[in-house]
């Protein structure tokens, strides 16, 4: 493995890239954007690193490379990515999970928090020059259903119990006839959703898209959840229903909302949600610390060291599962 040629997919001008200098002199390194950049080098590499090019260029670059055997994307989320003639091929597919695990679970958390004390009606007030008193709820002793058990989770759990919230999961698989995980109080299978859903103080969605999640909080399961529950959503923007989300916090069938993902990105202009005084915005970027492009980098560095010396890789892909 000492000649390994590695395609690199991404903008030339990155500056992260600058990071690949640490990789042995004998590997070939290859960046391009467009197909071209490929054309001359594709039939002899063993690994495409999928930096920040689009699907149709990865699709096109997997055709020309029959001898891959290891994919790697930056992203977490794969469901723009699984096409199906990478799900066909034989190259193993990683992610980068865990990477942006603990951003994500501090902006569950401040979600929380931002609807438990009401900051904005603390800005509102504030704006308007009203000094107004009101109680506000602990925190401490209310429920949180997670749904998608899986790195973001429970990075959204630890943070979650180290405030006294009880915690609740969802996972696709039937739960084990014994939880054995210290943060979770129960986990729950998909088919017991509602249950899960109706103790629910706060719920935070951290599943990846895959067709059984799609749409799987719809109608249905905002009519289980308590009128004072808020949503959080850090997972994919078509994992709830959006047109029964609009109608559950317009018609106070919950109390609010926090969205970091969306149906349609970015948000187009005149969308409902910005009108929704009880709906929490943000643009896709809670995960965007100031070094989470190095630390995505760093991963990918990681990864390549264990796949040079032939020890088992993280974040392996189940590519027909979608995770």
Known sequence: MDNTTVLVLANPADRQLAMLQSVPDEIHIVVGDSVEAFRQSAADAGVIFNWSGPRTLLREVLAMAPQARWVHTRAAGLDDLLFPELVAHPAMLTNASGVFSPPLGEFALGAIFYFARDFRRLVRNQAAGV?????????????????????????????????????????????????????????????????????????????????????????????????????????????????????????????????????????????????????????????????????????????????????????????????
């Open 131 to 323: 000094w107004e008193q009101f109680e506000v709820p602990l925190i401490e002793g209310q429920t949180l259903g997670i749904v998608g058990y899986g790195d973001i989770g429970r990075a959204v759990a630890t943070r979650a119990r180290a405030v006294g919230m009880r915690i609740l999961a969802l996972k696709r698989h039937s739960p084990p006839p014994h939880n054995a995980d210290p943060l979770v109080e129960r986990i729950y299978g998909p088919e017991n959703r509602c249950e899960m859903l109706a103790q629910c103080d706060y719920v935070v969605i951290a599943a990846p898209l895959t067709p059984e999640t799609r749409g799987m909080i719809g109608v249905a399961e905002f009519a289980s959840m308590k009128r004072e529950a808020v949503l959080v959503n850090i997972g994919r923007g078509a994992i709830v229903d959006e047109a029964a989300l609009i109608q559950a916090l317009s018609q106070g069938i919950v109390r609010g909302a926090a969205l970091d993902v969306f149906d349609r990105e970015p948000l187009p202009a005149g969308h409902p949600y910005y009108r929704l005084e009880n709906v929490l915005l943000s643009p896709h970027s809670a995960d965007h610390t100031p070094d989470w492009k190095e630390r995505a980098m760093q991963f990918f560095l990681d990864q390549f060291e264990r796949f040079r010396n032939g020890q088992p890789l993280a974040n392996v892909v189940e590519k027909k599962l979608g995770y």
